[in-house]
């Protein structure tokens, strides 16, 4: 079984900074990416940023300049500092990994629990 649990979400006066964390365990054989994403009330979840196992990162243009996504791989986390924080950004942020539990098991999306980030104006 694998979890991913996230941390550090909470309320933030805009122009304010949070870090969110997310530790992935369980039975594990390699991480590709993992990635933070978002849902704000009423809306679709949306992409927030993602690194992969080898460094490579990608924003969404809202977020870009402002958050950066940054991985442990040793300790198999991820985490996303925000910056400059907007009432916009609020919502319930989720840990995504996209992972192996075996050598030749299929590279497999799980998902943690999420956790709110409220960016008050």
């Known amino acids: 079984q694998v979890q991913l649990v996230e941390s550090g979400g909470g309320l933030v006066q805009a122009g304010g900074s949070l870090r969110l964390s997310c530790a992935a365990s369980?039975?594990?054989?390699?991480?590709?990416?993992m990635a933070w994403y978002r849902q704000a009330p009423g809306k679709q979840r949306e992409l927030v940023a993602s690194g992969t196992s080898t460094g490579i990162t990608n924003y969404a243009d809202s977020v870009k300049g402002r958050f950066t996504i940054s991985r442990d791989n040793g300790k198999n986390m991820v985490y996303l500092q925000m910056n400059s924080l907007k009432p916009e950004d609020t919502g319930v942020y989720y840990c995504k990994a996209s992972l192996k539990r075996s050598r030749f098991a299929q590279l497999t999306d799980y998902w943690g629990q999420g956790t709110q980030v409220t960016v008050s104006s």
């Open positions: 369980g039975t594990i054989f390699s991480i590709n990416a």
